[in-house]
C-alpha cells in the first residue's frame, strides 16, 4: 500500500479511496478531498504521495537534480499513468518539498519514475547533492 495524507491508497475500476476514512480538507494544487461518506469519497481529483529519497544528479545532455520515486508509489503511478501522462510517459505533477511548491512533471526512467527538483526548489529549501528530501507528489487523475 502507498501512503497517503488520508491514509492508505486503494485503487479500484475508476475509484481512488482509502482504508481509513478519516475526514480532510487539502486544498495543496487546487484540488480538495473532503473524506468520505458512505458510497466512498466525496471528491477524488488527486493521488497524494510521499516519500523520502537522495538527491541525485544526471549530467546528461540535459543536466538535472533529481529523487528516484521509490517502488510502491511507482506501482500506484502506473495504474493512472496511461489516463495523466501528456506524452512519452510525462506524468504532470505538483510537487512538495519543506515550504516550497512547483509545478513540474515525472519522468519515466527504467520502469519507475523520477522527480526533478528545480533549481528554485533546492535553492529555497537550501538542497544539496546526496540530501535526503522529504517530497510529497500532487497528480490529477
Do not use: H
Not at 529519497?53 to 517502488?71: E, N
Amino acid at each position: 500500500m502507498v501512503a497517503l495524507a488520508v491514509g492508505e491508497l486503494v485503487l479500484s475500476p475508476g475509484l481512488l479511496t482509502t482504508e481509513t476514512r478519516e475526514s480532510v480538507d487539502s486544498t495543496a494544487g487546487g484540488d480538495t478531498f473532503r473524506g468520505f461518506d458512505e458510497n466512498g469519497p466525496l471528491y477524488a481529483g488527486r493521488m497524494d504521495l510521499r516519500f523520502s529519497g537522495v538527491l541525485w544528479y544526471w549530467r546528461g545532455p540535459a543536466p538535472y537534480y533529481f529523487v528516484t520515486v521509490p517502488v510502491e508509489e511507482c506501482e500506484a503511478i502506473s495504474i493512472v499513468a496511461a489516463v495523466v501522462s501528456y506524452g512519452w510517459g510525462m506524468i504532470p505533477a505538483t510537487v512538495r518539498v519543506g515550504d516550497t511548491v512547483v509545478s513540474t512533471s515525472l519522468w519515466p526512467k527504467d520502469g519507475g519514475y523520477i522527480v526533478p527538483l528545480k533549481k528554485q526548489l533546492r535553492t529555497a529549501e537550501l538542497l544539496e547533492l546526496g540530501d535526503v528530501v522529504n517530497v510529497r507528489v500532487g497528480i490529477r487523475v
